[in-house]
């Protein structure tokens, strides 16, 4: 969900300075560039707010169907969203609206289920040179045809009337979404970053007609904050190639889209508490994640957000509780589909960081020894409890630790970590 801590070279932080070993704007190459930009649409679901056409009957009820499809969305509940969705294309076979929610939903679904959308993913360098998620045929299959009928639906549509602001919009949606596809579960890098500045191109454009269309504003206002960011030779390079960005302007697009109360208004606060953060006003970002999280309380990952920035902003006590909590509503069945892992681990952190080590190693020990398929995930538990073990000065338990951590994958940034401290005792840092 947090990915775009990625596009600023931004590391959790467990209320001790952690340096910042990624800094994914270090070589202003179109690759680099492609990676970094594109990863903006993957934590904007974005919604297309206006209905079109049909009769009354219908539209009611493809319109309370959408509404129930984007609160089980919102709820992780993937499988019930897809449901809705597909009752409400097959009621608007021609509506390419109705497919984007559809292919939101199937994508998530399947991010989801790798941890694609936790925050963690993101912050190590690994990811870029990753393998693509192996997805399934069946579903990469069904994603290229959603998106292939829905572009051309709105190709359509924009031959009649190319200043169509709501075709327009849509088919920036799905060029967004087919971005996000091409980068996770290809590794396309050049043609998601076509998508994705083409899906930029198609919203300016939405706003250029009609200032008023504030949805737009998402994607329009990430992008620019992003390629603001950059540094200065960087942008003046990428200038040349007609991306510009202005961060200033992102954040107050951001702000209007996340007040506006349209179907982005959520994905827009997800990217402003990220901006947020980077820019160290931390309170500012909890405030606007805080909502997320009152809006859709089911919601495991927007809780988890909530409770890793208060670690971010150094409030380490209140983590702590913040993600006890957490872990116990997830006991109680509060949070449909939760990866409990993901909290378990930053539970363990936020510990680590009040030097709260046993109950630390307790918390790691658990995110590895889990049933997940994140295995990039429990490697690193593995690797953190045997240094929690070696500072307790349990030098068996921490080899017994790193051993594991190298049993799940021997080739990684992970298990170089795991093999220096076989040789010799974690001693902090």
């Not at 590794?187 to 939405?206: C, I, M, P, T």
């Not at 006590?317 to 930053?346: F, I, S, W």
Request: hydrophobic content about 40%; glycine content about 6%; some cysteine.
């Amino acid at each position: 969900m947090s990915v775009l801590q990625l596009l600023l070279g931004v590391r959790n932080r467990v209320n001790f300075l952690i340096p910042v070993y990624m800094t994914p704007y270090h070589c202003p190459t179109a690759p680099g560039l492609g990676k970094s930009i594109l990863l903006v649409t993957l934590v904007i679901a974005l919604g297309v707010n206006p209905a079109w056409g049909g009769s009354g009957a219908t539209a009611s009820a493809s319109d309370a169907l959408t509404k129930s499809g984007f609160e089980h969305f919102y709820s992780l509940e993937y499988d019930q969203a897809i449901q809705d969705f597909q009752k409400v294309v097959d009621a608007n076979p021609d509506d390419p609206k109705a497919l984007n929610h559809l292919i939101e939903s199937i994508l998530f679904r399947e991010l989801y289920k790798y941890d694609a959308l936790d925050t963690s993913l993101y912050t190590h360098e690994s990811f870029l040179n990753s393998k693509q998620i192996p997805l399934d045929a069946k579903f990469k299959n069904q994603i290229i045809q959603l998106t292939d009928k829905a572009l051309a639906l709105s190709e359509k549509r924009l031959r009649s009337n190319r200043n169509d602001v709501e075709a327009l919009y849509v088919q920036g949606t799905t060029k967004g979404l087919r971005s996000t596809y091409l980068a996770l579960a290809e590794h396309s890098w050049f043609a998601a970053l076509r998508s994705a500045l083409s899906a930029r191109g198609d919203h300016e454009q939405v706003l250029r007609l009609r200032p008023s269309y504030v949805d737009a504003k998402t994607l329009v206002g990430a992008h620019n904050y992003v390629v603001g960011s950059l540094s200065t030779p960087v942008k003046v390079l990428v200038g040349v190639t007609g991306i510009h960005g202005d961060k200033n302007k992102g954040l107050e697009y951001l702000f209007e889209a996340a007040k506006a109360g349209g179907e982005s208004s959520a994905d827009a606060r997800v990217a402003l508490g990220l901006f947020l953060r980077r820019e160290q006003r931390f309170q500012d970002a909890i405030n606007v994640v805080h909502v997320l999280v009152q809006d859709h309380p089911r919601n495991f990952l927007f809780a988890l957000e909530e409770a890793n920035l208060m670690k971010d902003a150094g409030k380490g006590p209140d983590a702590v509780n913040a993600l006890r909590a957490l872990l116990n509503r997830c006991k109680e069945g509060k949070y449909p589909g939760a990866h409990v892992e993901l909290g378990q681990y930053a539970f363990a952190e936020a510990l680590r960081g009040q030097n709260q080590l046993q109950e630390a190693f307790a918390a790691y020990s658990s995110a590895a020894n889990s049933n997940s398929i994140n295995q990039e995930l429990r490697q690193r538990a593995f690797v953190a409890a045997g240094q929690v073990s070696d500072l307790l000065t349990r030098r068996e338990e921490a080899v017994k630790q790193y051993r594991a951590a190298l049993a799940l994958d021997s080739s990684t940034n992970e298990a170089e970590i795991a093999r220096h401290y076989l040789s010799r005792p974690y001693k902090g840092r």
